[in-house]
């Protein structure tokens, strides 16, 4: 029963049917796994939305910065960006069925001996304490009205630092940063989110998973959200599957029990 892992979809329907057909994908066999923001950016967010949920089980998904962005606008917490491509889902006639199903999914999937996430892990963070943090923002979206209070107050760089003393939103929005938006952290595992480009290291700050005696170093990490990496990374353990798909590179999957890669080119979509 081979599982594939998925990078940034972005609302690339036609892209992510194309990688299917490569990896000759069977729902009767075989198990996706994607690393987040399935939506916005891209002009078929409804048709990927619809695609994964009805995969069943057959499908994982974690919760990327796109996705929870689109939650805050269904939820009538914000409202619509500029850039958003997001009108479309929100018009849909089954947009409450797709807004619960998406607000139900995981921050963090751990099975088969890999741990699947949006950005990455905080450095400080083991495997225990990650899925302990994860299940508390997942358990605030799954009350309605907590969550609408949780995406009024998501938004905002600060704090930047873990630290298990921290409280209310200030706790939650750092947990959601580090899972869903975390590129650059210094080696005491302060937030950068200004910092997007690819790999260097400035004032101190570096990659995530560069940064000296992290605590998850031996976890297999299989992340996207950084499509200037182009999924190369020479850090053992960890596996950048965002390619840039939404911007006219490919679209990759990782068939996990081998490694091997495979992807498709994609076309940047005319917003």
Not at 63 to 73: P, T
Not at 106 to 117: D, M, N, Q
Not at 252 to 269: E, H, I, W
Request: hydrophobic share 40%; net charge positive.
């Amino acid at each position: 029963m081979p599982i594939y892992a998925i990078g940034d979809v972005q609302g690339c329907y036609d892209a992510l049917q194309d990688l299917c057909l490569k990896i000759q994908f069977d729902p009767q066999r075989d198990t996706l796994w994607f690393t987040g923001d399935l939506i916005n950016r891209g002009l078929q967010s409804l048709q990927v939305l619809r695609f994964v949920k009805g995969l069943g089980n057959k499908a994982v998904t974690v919760l990327g910065n796109h996705d929870l962005h689109f939650l805050a606008v269904a939820n009538n917490a914000i409202a619509l960006r500029p850039k958003d491509t997001l009108k479309e889902v929100l018009a849909a006639p089954d947009l409450i069925e797709l807004r619960d199903w998406l607000q139900a999914q995981p921050l963090l999937y751990h099975a088969e001996g890999f741990t699947l996430v949006h950005a990455g892990l905080a450095p400080q963070w083991d495997l225990q304490q990650a899925q302990a943090l994860a299940k508390e923002v997942e358990q605030l979206l799954k009350n309605p009205a907590e969550a609408i209070k949780f995406f009024k107050k998501m938004y905002g760089d600060i704090p930047t630092r873990w630290q298990d003393n921290l409280t209310g939103w200030k706790r939650y929005r750092l947990i959601t940063n580090y899972f869903t938006r975390m590129r650059f952290c210094d080696a005491q595992g302060n937030l950068n989110l200004n910092i997007k480009g690819a790999i260097s290291q400035l004032d101190g700050y570096m990659p995530w998973f560069k940064v000296p005696n992290r605590r998850n170093k031996d976890l297999r990490i299989l992340f996207g959200h950084w499509a200037s990496l182009q999924g190369i990374i020479d850090t053992p353990n960890v596996y950048g599957l965002d390619t840039g798909c939404v911007w006219g590179n490919c679209l990759t999957a990782l068939r996990l029990k081998d490694m091997q890669r495979f992807s498709v080119n994609c076309v940047k979509p005319n917003v």
